[in-house]
């Protein structure tokens, strides 16, 4: 019988309070209010401003990618990045079922299937060798593309996903989908700052996609951004987020079906403020977790979960390993009656309704973290 | 010939500038600072908080709608909108070609079909007259539902567009649809605080969408409301625009496919203090109109676009006829070159690359209307 008392007083020492500890709250230390006065003194609050544009320079290059588009939300930011590997209506896409519902969503806003692929048990993402073993059992390639050989529909892409900002096994992820031609769209929404060999999560892929909500490492309120390694497919995603407006003196002609994803100016301004304090906040949530890892060595029964090897973790939300499904359900109560929140991962895609018959290779570890996850406090500690 | 030198002399003392003159932009002059500050001091900077339950209480009540709820924009406030009255793939939609983008965006999202039916002279919006008249010969009822006989699909909605402010005859159009037993969606996009015989636009049909864009009458940065007479209506739409999460203390369960289109409270931040200096703006608005149409009186060749009868208009963005194509392209070209932001009216629907094959009824008064109108600056003046 593992000592929640003990866990308990260690978080609110942790956080130095008695009082009740949120699970991942922002932190505005930096020029927040400054920025957003700039805004409504000049009164550029909309989709167009400067701290638009600085926030995508500063963002593509703090993540070393060639071109990064601002969007109005992560989930947002992922399906203008699904539609523009060329995801369409009725085809199916590998992914997670240990995610949070936007990557499937925005799948779904397309009118694309996920299938769902076990994760690893040392990353607690997309697993190589169960998208591997899945695609030689269930897919054909015709044409240059892939096939499900059960459904018939095309196979487009892959969307793996850093889950609480551990990066996946992603360089081995580019080799299977370069061999059954799939497009890689990493779901970054949870990793900012995380790099995986030293190379920032989301710039793996042909797009990746990152998330400035108000309980992530850094927000903007709300809001995404899309990560680029082709400058062309860059401006065409700003095209298609700012409702493909041809640019003219006084004309308002528009080329395409677009969206109004723009993220007003407003927000990035908070942006802006907060990527500066980026860093800092790293720093300081790698420490909290050290923290946590050394204090929960010495707890029978709660494994920590570290940094996959060779990763450096952004640290989003922190999580503990319990024993069992009865363990992080007592864990939960516990915590959540005294003082800290806490809270499991989320419930599986393939347990909602909108998801529960799509195709799934059996997720043994995916289930087997679904019963043990708990996430614990993770906010900045300044 | 006009004396086009006189207008920009006219417009640059309206405003009491002799510099740039822009079409319409926002005004801060309450609050705002002191909401936004507020934000940062408490950290609630996203998509919960005391401004966003605010702005939806304080605009339910400002348009007399049962309740509204924000979203991030006024197209995905629409798309919701239209998603909520039962509008499906495939469907098609009685609209105006001469409306915003957004509007038929809006129903390509879901995959249904605009159908474009031409405007009133007296209104510039959807015409009762015509929409009728085009029903009577191309529709017919089936098991309580409308279809267009030539293509087979269902109608099932009608989306008039309050134009720049000015309220249709929406009226004869609720009678309209009720006998076709269509849903009525209006994109009250551009009028806030527009009233059609003292009733607030955007709350005669079923639903009503309004945008807080940068160059509204109020803006959010971005963003947009949807009004509700139903409530239970508008509670399902605050679920589905909030990822359809399912309240629990820390499950996170998601019972259908839900959208990411929260406005954060740093935005309805702004919102709030707009929204307290609403009806002073409208009031600067119309003042502008007035002094507009008295000048344009001496002027011959232009006429000056006044609120319909039994409306009261909001004066969004203010309005002149040319005589002719070649007379607003001259207007065009003088005013932008010499200090005045003018535009003419959007590019019709029917001649984008993605709705030129879109069934329409001629549009005989939207093409009279199209080489003709032109925006002229309507910023708030105080």
Chains 1, 2 share one sequence.
């Not at 029978?300 to 979960?305: K, L, T, Y």
Request: proline share 3%.
């Amino acid at each position: 019988m593992v000592n929640l008392a003990k866990v308990v007083d260690f978080i609110h020492e942790l956080y130095g309070t008695k009082d009740f500890v949120p699970l991942s709250v922002p932190k505005f230390v930096g020029n927040e209010k400054k920025y957003l006065e700039d805004c409504i003194d000049t009164t550029f609050v909309s989709s167009v401003g400067k701290f638009v544009d600085r926030f995508e320079e500063k963002m593509a290059e703090y993540a070393g990618a060639k071109k990064a588009v601002v969007c109005v939300s992560g989930t947002n930011a992922l399906h203008i990045s699904l539609m523009l590997c060329g995801v369409e209506r009725n085809d199916e896409v590998l992914t997670q079922a240990l995610t949070f519902v936007a990557t499937c969503n925005a799948l779904s806003y397309i009118g694309a299937y996920p299938v769902f692929i076990d994760v690893d048990k040392s990353t607690m993402g997309l697993s190589p060798d169960s998208m591997k073993e899945w695609l030689r059992k269930n897919s054909v390639i015709r044409n240059g593309e892939c096939y499900n050989k059960n459904t018939g529909r095309r196979v487009k892409a892959c969307v793996p996903m850093h889950t609480f900002g551990h990066p996946v096994r992603i360089d081995e992820l580019v080799q299977v989908c370069a061999e059954y031609h799939l497009e890689l769209v990493e779901d970054a929404a949870e990793s900012i700052g995380s790099k995986y060999k030293g190379q920032h999560a989301g710039t793996f892929g042909k797009v990746g996609a990152i998330s400035f909500n108000g309980n992530k490492t850094i927000t903007t309120g709300g809001g995404g951004m899309i990560l680029f390694q082709d400058e062309e497919l860059g401006k065409l995603a700003k095209h298609i987020t700012t409702q493909a407006k041809v640019p003219h003196r006084w004309e308002f002609v528009h080329d395409q079906i677009g969206y109004n994803y723009r993220m007003p100016n407003i927000n990035a301004a908070i942006g802006c403020a907060q990527l500066e304090c980026l860093d800092e906040f790293i720093k300081s949530k790698r420490k909290i977790a050290k923290e946590y890892a050394d204090f929960f060595k010495k707890v029978d029964g709660i494994d920590f979960f570290e940094e996959p090897e060779g990763c450096f973790s952004n640290y989003w939300l922190n999580v503990v390993i319990l024993k069992d499904k009865s363990a992080q359900l007592e864990f939960l109560e516990y915590t959540n009656d005294n003082g800290v929140m806490t809270r499991p991962i989320w419930e599986l895609m393939t347990r909602l309704p909108m998801f529960k018959n799509c195709e799934n290779d059996g997720l043994r570890n995916t289930i087997w973290f679904a019963d043990r996850v708990v996430n614990i406090p993770s906010s900045v500690r300044l």
